[in-house]
């Protein structure tokens, strides 16, 4: 139900409360107090050709070709796609299949370049005056720059930035909520460059030409609200309003926090767009500010490194294409108590096979684990029908039947459960007494329900092609018969070649044909048509010979 709750905002401004959700320990404290400091130069770096949702890019690169820092090396292939830069300058070594971010080990195809030290810039285009820029000249310097949402799901922020003709935007609401334990990225971010991320939300209002801007920040984090609302004051953006929500994971999930500052919901399988409503992440917005004033593609992104599994958890600048292996060491290494890395949060994000793998656009986070630090409780149970998971869901799912279904590969009951509106938040895991690694089963499902999908539209694709063969085949065979059987049945009408009788007719006839054409042409037949050079001139000689005599004669009777 829609409830008001009172706000904890200076600006008595109503807030209300989405389904469930979690008070958690927030363990931010190891990291939010790390100012945000370069990562080292890596010597390498590997860089995935698809570090966002949607269609990997595209190299324009070849192996052996010295490239500066910025310049594009893969575009875009297809609409939804991101261009993908250079992170410094260097030689590309090779273009290959790499080991990249999964849980699984997966490879895919990346572009790795060897660093050459020096950190030289391509020439940047910054546009200073963005305000002379159209809504579409905007999304194309975002899309050219390669900006993804760095809040996670890394879609392409350009086609975000496009409602399309008939769509107005009511409210462009920027996600400053950080909410999942750990991450304290954004919460650096805010402090230390406000002004970045104020700028990027005019910018993306502009191209949105939105009607209203409204920032939601979790109300654990006062400093970062305080660095908004004076980098708000400096430019005088009373237009931009500044809201401080309670702290409740996953507040930040685009859906929940769009409930807690409209009280609007977001359709089942919807976008938020369907309601009017758009949303980014502020570390997207300070990109965008960088793409557009400073002519910066996207190179780089903050990483918090943290976790009792690290030695000192820090805030990174880090290069796009960094192994994870040099952020710890920059952060004095792991201890002897790690037991497992992840890339994200420990809620939603992945564990890592090795730290040998590369931070893409999308890892906010490294966490290095000790045993049993967070959620990881004794051994996995039955399901005892509790219901703490249905309670906890903010998705308002229910969690246990969802559970069922995957483990029994129901894929049909499975989506009639709302898989898809699942977010993977974690919270039915976490206070799952049964320890059962819900959200597991959960990604397993949808992964296979997109792989069928895959394949029927193959084997669509498939039958089509077949069809389509087939009747072109039949119809060349349908054209053939009727050719051979017009043929045939011309002979038929004509008169049989070998009767004598039947060519005698057919002389005759043409004869007469022939007969019938001349005295219709006024042409009587002589007998000297058609004649030879030969017989010509024995008449020319006859003709002469008889004028001669003729003339004799004449000549005779005279006398
Ligand atoms: S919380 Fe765990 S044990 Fe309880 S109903 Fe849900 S899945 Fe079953
Ligand atoms: S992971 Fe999915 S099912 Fe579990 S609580 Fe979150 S939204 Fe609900």
Known sequence: MTKPTSTTTAAARKLWQFHGGLHLPDHKSLSCEQPIQP??????????????????AKPIVEVGERVRKGQTIAQ???????????????????????????????????????????????????????????ASELRN???????????????????KLN??????????????????????????LMRERADEVIAGARIMRHALHARRVVIGIEDNKPEAHAALRDALARVDRSDIELVQVPTRYPTGGEKQLIKVLTGKEVPSQGLPIDINIVCHNVATAAAVHRAVEHGEPLISRIVTVTGRGVATPRNLEVLIGTPVDDLLRQCGGTTPTLSRLVL???LMGITLPHSGL???????????????????????????????????????????QLYWHARAKDFDKVQDYNLFDCIECGCCAYVCPANLPLVQYYRYAKTAIWAQARDKKKAELARERHDFRTERQEREKAERAAKLAKKKAALEESPAADSEEAKKAAIKAAMERAKAKREAAGVEPKNTDNLTADQQRQIDE????????????????RE
């Open 542 to 557: 006859a003709e002469a010979r008889r004028a001669t005599e003729k003339k004799n004669e004449s000549a005779n009777e």
């Open 358 to 400: 590369p931070i893409t656009k999308t890892g906010n986070c490294i966490l290095a684990l000790a045993p049993g630090e967070f959620g990881q409780h004794g051994p996995v149970r039955n399901c005892i029908r509790c219901g703490e998971c249905a309670r906890a869901c903010p998705a308002n799912l229910l969690p246990q």
């Open 344 to 346: 994200g949060g420990p």
């Open 163 to 188: 409602p399309g003709a008939r769509t107005e935007i009511d409210t462009l609401i920027l996600n400053a909520a950080e909410c999942e334990p750990y991450i304290t990225c954004d919460d650096r």
């Open 76 to 134: 875009p292939d297809g609409f939804v796609s991101a261009a993908l830069h250079a992170p410094t300058s260097g030689t590309v070594v090779a273009i290959e299949e790499r080991a990249v971010p999964h849980p699984s080990g997966l490879t895919a195809p990346c572009i790795v370049l060897e660093s050459d030290g020096e950190d030289r810039w391509v020439e940047l285009q910054p546009h200073g005056n963005w305000t002379t820029l159209d």
């Open 39 to 56: 990562a080292v130069l890596p010597k390498r770096l590997v860089l995935p050709l698809q570090q966002h949702i949607g269609a990997p």
């Open 141 to 159: 310097l975002i899309r050219e720059a390669g900006i993804v949402g760095l809040g996670g799901a890394g879609f392409p922020s350009f086609i």
